[in-house]
């Protein structure tokens, strides 16, 4: 080794990507805590949120705008990070939100309200054991009783298979390329090297298939997340019963998935499975073996604090009575038939009834039940398929309308923030106060959207509002007959769903 290279890399000024998680909103986490039994957070109260190491903090930002009676805390300790999210806030006119340039260990210090939800997505896993005992202690002593913690970190035995990899990767990128690469220079120059590494067919590389796919696969990932992964020096996959102990000293117990469609187990485990799991009377033990079922290389959990449980009866009562959107209009939509893992839920005919019928406005899965086509179906099969379009984009769980009433003016005040800024800026999540979440666009639905809030109302407005934007011979020209084409089907097929979703 030469003597100038670093042991470890410091990443802390390092940008992270401009992700939005779902799994985030507190409209989701409460879905999937009471499709499970557990009263989730009330969201008509004035809820205190905290996100650890939000990266960027889109999606704190986001659900700020959809919960302006909420307040949303986040700290990070890359400046970079903290300046956007709270530059966001402010182009939003958001007041709700504080975010601060703190460590976890600084964190401990601040004065702060008890906390309803506190939330870590993406960290877990890349903090020192050390860290992460700070982590747990804010949880500790600021986590109200009966409220809510998600989690999302590297599981095992999912990883375990690539750990090899990662190692020879973080070895080589740390010993090998030169001091001044940055983060993501230093991956792609060790991608090249085992590249070559591989042409001399290593056994571990001949005897483990899998490892030149995901060599490649390597490749495709965005650099800065990649550069997180395989560079961070705290990089500690852990497995469920880990996690839950750690959580259990704490006063936590877990709850439920945060992905809704992880807890349709009828679609996911075969019967066996689901007989021999079934039979395993340990919870933490049976958890950790579904993981082994699923080969699970990332959890996304909701512990909490001694919520309250609901009874059966509270609990079949969510899952039929909550209401369900549209989310993607049904020109653009699934037409085949539903699909979990190797499992078809639903046929394709029925799968289309159901999105359909949604398509003629808010609906909840008892209300489903008695449109037509769908009688001969069970209200509980039809909250369980719509657990699992959730996952494909296709539809969201709605929120109560007064909720929605009051988060239109600061949901279009965000939304209008993301729109103005720049188009290098690469923000496309724009919020939805129906569902009180974000949704991804393309650069040309986006400028869609811009030119309705702009007062667009014909196909010609449209088009007159994006010819400056795609006009030109650069990459994202677009010509003008394919403008209008495309706001012809905005109009037709777009916008009614939009405006379902609270985001026209
Ligand atoms: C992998 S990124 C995830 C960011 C964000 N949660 C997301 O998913 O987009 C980890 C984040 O944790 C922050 N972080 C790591 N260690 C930290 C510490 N000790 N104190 C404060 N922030 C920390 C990093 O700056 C980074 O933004």
Known sequence: MKSSQPAVLDLRSEPYTRGYYRVLSPAQMSVALESRGVCGPDLSAPLNCFELGMGFGLPLVAHAACFPHMRFYGND?????????SQLA??????????????????????LPPMDIISMHGVYSWISPKVRKMVLRFIAERLRPGGTFYVSYNALPGWAAQMPLRELVNLHGLRQVSVGATPVERLSQTLDFLDDFARV???????????????????????????????????????????????????LEFAAPALLSEQVDNAILSQPTRD?????GDPILRETMRDFVLNKSFRWDLYTRGASRASAAQTAQFRKDRGWLLATARSEGITGPLV????????APTTCRLLDALSEGPATARELSLRPGLEQLDADYIVDALLLLEDEGQVHPALPVALRDSARDSVRRFNTAVMQRPAEDGLHYLSCSASGRAMGWSTIALAQIRAAYQGALTVDDMVHAMRPQFEGDGDGQVPAKQLAHSAGRFFASRAPVLRHLGLL
Do not use: C
């Open 77 to 85: 300790f890359n400046r970079e990070h903290v300046t956007y999210a």
């Open 90 to 111: 402010k182009d939003a006119g958001l007041t709700n939100v504080e975010v601060f340039e703190d460590s976890f260990e600084k964190l401990l210090d601040r004065d």
């Open 201 to 251: 067919n290593p056994m571990y590389f001949e005897q483990d298939i899998s490892v030149r796919a995901r060599l490649g696969g390597l490749r495709s990932l965005d650099p800065h997340y990649a550069a997180h992964e395989y560079f961070n020096p705290d990089w500690h996959p852990m497995h469920f019963h880990q996690v839950a102990s750690e959580m259990a000293d704490v006063g």
């Open 276 to 280: 021999l799991l079934s039979s395993v």
């Open 340 to 347: 979990a893992g190797t499992t078809t839920y639903m046929d």
